[in-house]
């Protein structure tokens, strides 16, 4: 019997060989940049490794926080240039390291270390959500698993017609370094997003402060800050953007 996973695995790995082809033929020109997954199979992705994570670290639900959470995610989602297809949802790990992890396909996570960075700040808070939201809507992490399998990671295992262990997977998804390049334009999409929503978008450099604060008192980044940009050049482009585009908030 053939199952929608097998069909969608099938897909997927006639997906590989071409790209990879194309590649090869190509010499690898422009290959980083590669995506081969469809809004459908990040969905599918995301709703998998999200069970996985789920299952390691079970979502806050019923406190205060989670229901902040969810508010402020819903009060950003009209203005993200929400993506047709993709189920968002925003939920709290309770986990003291500062951390927030988006998935391809929707899924949002903030980890308890990062509210209690932020506070009470919730504009602050808005702002991380919404780098968040931009690194699913500009599909970065697709892009990465993309260019992963087109460089033979997993790929032996697709063609099999099965796919990669989700809990490696979901290893993966919590520790995903995007490059520099890819946080650059979160950043921007985050700041332009939360100022439509009518969050105050400096709540963006009042995170990279206490960030930055925070990294010199522990002696070093956070191990999922390692990879990012220097935090004082986020601060630099985030105020230059916020100056120069005149966002009007608050409303």
């Known amino acids: 019997m053939v199952t929608g996973t097998m069909m ?21 020109v422009g290959c980083r940049s590669t995506n081969f997954l469809s809004t459908r199979d990040e969905v599918h992705m995301g709703r998998e490794v999200a069970t996985e994570i789920e299952k390691q670290y079970p979502p806050m639900a019923g406190t205060a926080d989670a229901a902040r959470v969810a508010r402020i995610g819903e009060k950003l989602m009209p203005h993200c240039e929400p993506r047709e297809g993709v ?20 899924p949002v996570y ?30 970065h992490a697709a892009k990465q698993w993309s260019q992963q399998m087109v460089t033979n990671v997993g790929l032996i295992v697709l063609l099999k017609g099965k796919a990669q262990d989700n809990g490696s997977l979901a290893a993966g998804m919590l520790h995903l370094n995007y490059s520099r390049d890819d946080e650059f334009e979160s950043d921007a999409r985050g700041v332009s997003y939360a100022a439509k ?8 450099v009042r995170f990279f402060k206490k960030l930055e604060a925070s ?8 191990e999922f800050m390692r990879t990012h940009p220097d935090t004082k050049r986020r601060i630099d482009r985030v105020e230059r953007m ?10």
């Open 8 to 28: 969608r695995s099938r897909r997927a790995a006639a997906g590989v060989v071409a790209v990879t082809l194309a590649c090869l033929l190509a010499g690898g």
């Open 87 to 106: 189920p968002y949802s925003f939920k709290v790990i309770a986990q003291k390291e500062i951390n927030a992890v988006s998935l391809p396909g929707g």
């Open 110 to 139: 903030i980890y308890r270390g990062l509210l209690d960075l932020v506070g009470k700040d919730d504009d602050a808070l808005a702002c991380v959500l919404a780098h968040e939201v931009g690194h699913i809507n500009a599909r």
């Open 197 to 204: 929503a009518g969050f105050d978008p400096n709540g963006m």
């Open 215 to 222: 990294t010199k008192e522990k002696g070093g980044p956070p």
């Open 242 to 251: 916020i100056e120069t585009q005149n966002y009007r908030y608050g409303k």
